[in-house]
């Protein structure tokens, strides 16, 4: 059914969500994209669901958008880069809304869009030797559809440390910035994950359903107003000459201008 991604669900009504493209580091590409839309709306729909457990198989959670995706942005027209944009934000905000409780087992690295797919877990726990980074700015784009939610879980002012500067930033870091609750060796990340679950199983599930969509309701507003506009900034990024010089750079494995 899934090409990139994997859904399993087990006797309890826990499903576990997995990135599947282990050998391209979980670059989401416009069908892990579409994909992962899919999967959102079928466990949110689906009442024998009680929790989702988002994870990546390999040695990476996800290493942000694939570049050959980005590649093909750069050279398409604005109509389709609107149409891709809008399909990444999509996606982004159908996790972000799923009726389900969505935690994170964040087992390997994460960069640019891979940060943004942790920020949309309601919880999400990591692996001791986790290292994140925004990326975008070192190929002269923004983290525009990911924006919203990734300021919204650390707040404008964490999110300022890290957000424009694509620094590299290990675990403790993480949960310092509040992208993840807590951190653990790799033996221990199943135990932990199961101890977010557990909770959920004693809970009346359309309540957690209310629950959540409250707290969206309460907090920073990620409406389709924000959504347009995140999708109208990563748009105008992409049609920059600072874009197409660090997409290009990337794919020559040369230094882009602005790299001394």
Not at 43 to 55: E, P, S, Y
Request: proline letters at 3%; a negative charge; glycine letters at 8%.
């Amino acid at each position: 059914m899934f090409e990139t991604i994997s859904v399993t669900t087990d006797a309890r009504g826990v499903a576990t969500l997995t990135l599947d493209r282990a050998e391209k580091h979980n670059a989401m590409s416009a069908r892990m994209i579409a994909e992962l839309t899919q999967a959102a709306a079928q466990l949110g729909a689906d009442d024998t669901v009680r929790v989702v457990v988002l994870t990546g198989a390999g040695k990476s959670f996800c290493a942000g958008g694939d570049l050959g995706w980005m590649q093909d942005q750069m050279a398409a027209d604005s109509e389709t880069r609107f149409a891709e944009a809008r399909k990444l934000a999509e996606m982004l905000q159908a996790l972000n809304t799923m009726p389900r409780p969505l935690i994170g087992a964040i087992q390997g690295n994460a960069f640019g869009g891979g940060v943004g797919l942790t920020a949309v877990c309601d919880v999400a726990i990591g692996l001791d030797s986790v290292k994140m980074a925004l990326t975008e700015t070192r190929l002269g784009l923004i983290p525009a559809t990911i924006g919203p939610y990734v300021i919204a879980r650390m707040g404008e002012a964490r999110a300022r440390r890290v957000f424009m500067s694509a620094r590299m930033f290990d675990a403790a870091e993480a949960v310092e910035l509040g992208l993840l609750a807590k951190t653990v060796p790799a033996t221990e990340l199943d135990d932990a994950v199961e101890a977010e679950v557990q909770p959920y199983l004693s809970c009346a599930p359309g309540a957690v359903a209310s629950a959540k969509e409250l707290i969206r309701e309460l907090g920073p507003k990620i409406d389709d107003a924000v959504i347009d506009q995140t999708i109208r900034a990563l748009v105008d990024r992409w049609e920059t000459d600072e874009a197409k010089e660090g997409i290009s750079a990337f794919f020559e494995k040369r230094k882009p201008v602005w790299k001394s």
